[in-house]
Structures are given as C-alpha cells and as structure tokens.
C-alpha cells in the first residue's frame, strides 16, 4: 500500500518547518478533518517552494500526495496541495 495515490483535505493544525542538508526549507504538518483525526504530512523542499504560503495554520487545503509508512507511522507525501475556501 506504500506509494498509494490518495487524495486528503483538512485544516493545517501544526507546521514544523526544518532544513535540509542542502540548506533548503521542508515541512512536517498535521492536517485535521472535521472528526479532529490527523495525519502527517511530509512536504518536500522542491513542493513547498511551489506554493509556500498556503502552508499556514488554519487553512483548509487539498493535498495530493502519496503514502508512506516510515517508520511505523501512516504519513503522506505531498505532491501537489491547494486552497479550499470556506463555505
């Protein structure tokens, strides 16, 4: 099931934002439904430089990506992500 297409949409309820060894920015951000459920999800520097301030808390998004279970955890890779606007 590892690399499996999905699509997920929720509010961003944390950022952590790192940097590489090659000195670029990634993240690790948590994304809730409205069940409060979350899910990882790991943006890569060469993603988030497409579209870095839709990375914010509280915004709601919808994340296309991949899954990943690294390390004993369910996260999603993403691959593409855009801003849904409130009804």
């Given amino acids: 099931m590892a690399g499996k297409k999905v699509k997920i949409g929720g509010m961003i309820a944390s950022c952590r934002r790192i940097i590489t060894k ?46 990943d279970f690294s390390r004993g955890e369910i996260k999603v890779i993403c691959d593409t992500v855009e801003g849904v606007e409130s009804v």
Wanted: hydrophobic fraction near 40%; proline fraction near 4%.
């Fill in 22 to 67: 090659n000195g670029k920015a990634m993240l690790f951000s948590g994304i809730e439904d409205n069940s409060s459920k979350r899910v990882e999800v790991v943006v890569f520097p060469t993603t988030l430089e497409r579209n870095p301030n839709i990375w914010r808390e509280d915004n709601v998004v919808l994340i296309e990506g991949r899954l």
